[in-house]
Every structure is written in C-alpha cells, then in structure tokens.
C-alpha cells in the first residue's frame, strides 16, 4: 500500500529448513519460505527486510549450526 494506517499492523514470518554454507564475515541467513507477509517486505532472493514504514520494530531469530567456530571475532548477529 502507498500509505500505511497508524492503527495498521505490520507482520511477517519467514523460516527455511535447506542448510546453508556461511562462508564469508558477515553473512546473510537467507530464509526462503514466506509463511506470513502482510506487507510484502521480505525478499526470499537478497535475504532483505525492508520496513514498509518508520516505527520501532521486534525482530528474532533462531539459528541452529553444526561445527561452528566461536572466536578470533566469529559469531551470530543481526544488523538492523
């Protein structure tokens, strides 16, 4: 929509079961199924959320990984 209600809700859930190869700093945990999208704002190619209006956003994640390095700078975060 050209214009978003204030009383309007944004909301959007994503996962993805396919494994995945991280093998650059930083990365993008690309999740490819849209289960909920009301504003379209998820692009499934890029791994790119794009906030459809200004306001404060609740993102979470949960990633599980297999034979992961924790050091020397490594880890998980998400950049907003």
Do not use: R
Not at 27 to 44: E, M, N, R
């Amino acid at each position: 929509p050209s214009a978003i209600a204030s009383t309007e809700t944004i909301s959007a859930v994503y996962q993805t079961s396919a494994a995945q190869s991280i093998t650059s700093t930083p990365a993008v945990v690309k999740f490819g199924t849209i289960v909920h999208d009301t504003h379209g704002a998820y692009a499934t190619g890029t791994g790119l959320f794009t906030c459809p209006a200004s306001g404060k956003y609740l993102i979470s994640s949960s990633v599980q990984s297999q034979s992961v390095a924790i050091g020397g700078g490594q880890g998980f975060f998400i950049s907003a």
